[in-house]
């Protein structure tokens, strides 16, 4: 993005908390609904207050035309929405938009992006990279918002703010996460990211509106049985049901499949160990014959031969980045909560339902 979008704040005390204008969240959530299941990215708006990121205001970014670049439109589309925010065709755009909001005296201050998921699948690295790169290149107190758009069609909003810790921030721009590294910073999968609790904020007028709505009729005082016409009459069973959530099945399943994929580094790890084990073990046989030819050598009186040149005939595996080994981890973890979460309800009434049953049995044996 331009300098024009880039703000320069005081340095103050860590980021606090982060406030949505409730227009915001409307517009986020419309934005990822008409694209579900594919991603969605945009710029976020507002400014920094006593710690308090408030979020006043934001738009998506442009969507590219897939069909014109690859044979998979879908897998396409959706790598093009990941990098939209620090892609070098979209600056123009965010120029242009953050120039038009400050001619009409709108916060065009960039204080982050935001981005939509499905049941928390987000952990990856380009959202690491697009994180990075606002929080290293434009504004160091910005925040990623992620809107989860099947959680949040159960009835519940589902908007989280994140950031980089420190430590993930140093490894990053080192751009070595081999062990050395990932232990010289203590850096575990525990500390990628922080999540900063998130309010909605309704403005007066707004506030001023809702409390004029129409209010539900109140009942006549004078009749001990007349009820307000939106209380049921009839019993509800919905919370004995006890069927399994979909999302449940869903959640477990990709859960399933980030093991699997756990399994895969692995296995990539294990296999760099033997193969460095064993160029060292050649290394460790190399010098050791170097060593008893210049024993040999010097009481010929003979020039000794370097012991260096183990450096260019034998070259030692690269150790593979341990990046994708913590965000899966990372990843891993968010899905047991999530599956935790699903089953806490559904647990409890398993539990009643077997107890009954039990009794019911007993019951008929005798």
């Not at 879908?74 to 938009?97: G, I």
């Not at 010289?184 to 707004?206: A, F, G």
């Not at 009820?227 to 069973?237: D, E, I």
């Amino acid at each position: 993005m331009a300098d024009k979008s880039k703000i320069v704040l005081p340095a103050s005390g860590p980021l606090k908390s982060v406030q949505v204008d409730a227009l915001v969240v409307l517009k986020i959530c419309k934005h990822a609904s008409s694209a579900h299941p594919q991603v969605i990215t945009g710029q976020l708006l507002g400014m920094d207050v006593d710690g308090e990121l408030q979020v006043t205001n934001s738009f998506p970014f442009p969507s590219t035309d897939p069909s014109t670049s690859s044979n998979d439109p879908d897998s396409n589309l959706a790598s093009a929405a990941a990098l939209a925010p620090r892609s070098k065709a979209s600056a123009w755009y965010q120029t242009e938009m953050v120039r038009c909001l400050r001619e009409m005296n709108v916060d065009a201050n960039s204080v982050g992006w935001y981005q939509s998921a499905n049941l928390g699948n987000f952990l990856n690295t380009n959202f690491i990279d697009n994180q990075y790169f606002y929080q290293n290149a434009l504004n160091e107190r910005t925040v990623a918002l992620v809107h989860d758009t099947a959680r949040s069609a159960q009835g519940a909003l589902s908007l989280r703010a994140f950031r980089l810790t420190p430590q993930f921030m140093a490894v990053q721009k080192e751009g070595k996460f081999t062990s050395e590294s990932l232990a010289k910073h203590n850096l575990t999968y525990r500390d990628i990211l922080i999540e900063l609790p998130v309010s909605v904020h309704n403005s007066h007028l707004l506030t001023t509106f809702l409390h004029q709505l129409d209010t539900p009729p109140i009942p006549n005082p004078f009749n001990p049985f007349s009820q307000p016409s939106s209380t049921p009459l009839f019993p509800n069973f919905d919370s004995l049901d006890l069927s399994i959530d979909p999302f449940l099945e869903k959640n477990c399943d990709l859960l399933l499949d980030s093991i699997e994929t756990h399994y895969t580094e692995l296995n990539n790890s294990q296999y760099y160990q033997r193969q460095l084990a064993r160029e060292q073990t050649k290394i460790a046989a190399w010098l050791t014959k170097r060593k008893q030819e210049n024993i040999l050598r010097a009481a010929a009186k003979q020039p000794l031969l370097p012991e260096n040149e183990w450096t260019r005939l034998f070259k030692p595996p690269v150790e593979p980045s341990r990046l994708e080994t913590l965000l899966n981890s990372r990843q891993i973890e968010q899905y047991a909560k999530q599956v935790d979460g699903f089953t806490a309800s559904v647990t409890a009434k398993m539990f009643a339902v077997n107890g009954g049953l039990s009794k019911t049995q007993e019951q008929l044996q005798l």
